[in-house]
Antibody, heavy 116, light 112 residues
Framework: QIQLVQSGPELKKPGESVKISCKASGYTFTDYAMHWVKQAPGKGLKWMGWINTYTGKPTYADDFKGRFVFSLEASASTANLQISNLKNEDTATYFC?????????WGQGVMVTVSS | DVVLTQTPVSLLISLGGQASISCRSSQSLVHSNGNTYLHWYLQKPGQSPQLLIYQVSNRFSGIPDRFSGSGSGTDFTLKISRVEPEDLGVYYCLQRTHNPNTFGAGTKLELK
């Protein structure tokens, strides 16, 4: 069955970096784009951007340009999100979701807590 | 950016009742290819969002026919009939016609 399994929760200090993974199984990884979505505690969903899993080309929403990097380990059917120079406002759950038309399957989410 | 306005913000429904959620867009969601990329999700407490309806009115695999979507242009509606306990959570609309992709702020469905 189709699954997106994300890495575990992270506790980081401001200024540190974090790398979150999203491992896909049950389908051909390069047939679907991978998107990233942020959900701050108690808030709604915000689209961060996506990565073309065939070419590796990332596209970032404006609010996520600079400190955020999408990457792939295509041989491992894994997409990664790296956030550098973490700030308190990066505290959130980060979801990966695959798509052709809609985001049809989602990972379980990774809670990243940034606190001194 | 396209703004999606969902109403109501919250909804109190009795088991077996019917719920209707509106999603209005600040601009037409008809793509230049003629398709409309407006989708609906349910996020149950502590879970990731799950796709209910894609492209306005198509139920995703395994979604019961109690869920239906309709609308066109800038006005869209999700209807849930015969509400069951597992329908509780926050409903979001998502548009993928324009970049950036944007979500509505959500509608919380609770039991009366």
């Amino acid at each position: 069955q189709i699954q997106l399994v994300q890495s575990g929760p992270e506790l980081k200090k401001p200024g540190e970096s974090v790398k979150i993974s999203c491992k896909a199984s049950g389908y051909t990884f390069t047939d679907y784009a991978m998107h990233w979505v942020k959900q701050a505690p108690g808030k709604g969903l915000k689209w961060m951007g996506w990565i073309n899993t065939y070419t590796g080309k990332p596209t970032y929403a404006d609010d996520f340009k600079g400190r955020f990097v999408f990457s792939l380990e295509a041989s491992a059917s894994t997409a990664n999100l790296q956030i550098s120079n973490l700030k308190n406002e990066d505290t959130a759950t980060y979801f990966c979701a695959r798509s052709k038309l809609a985001f049809d399957y989602w990972g379980q989410g990774v809670m990243v807590t940034v606190s001194s | 950016d396209v703004v999606l306005t969902q109403t109501p913000v919250s909804l109190l429904i009795s088991l077996g009742g019917q719920a209707s959620i509106s999603c209005r867009s600040s601009q037409s969601l008809v793509h230049s290819n003629g398709n409309t990329y407006l989708h609906w999700y349910l996020q149950k407490p502590g879970q990731s969002p799950q796709l209910l309806i894609y492209q306005v009115s198509n139920r995703f695999s395994g979604i019961p026919d109690r869920f239906s979507g309709s609308g066109s242009g800038t006005d869209f509606t999700l209807k849930i009939s015969r509400v069951e306990p597992e329908d509780l959570g926050v409903y979001y609309c998502l548009q993928r016609t324009h970049n950036p992709n944007t979500f509505g702020a959500g509608t919380k469905l609770e039991l009366k």
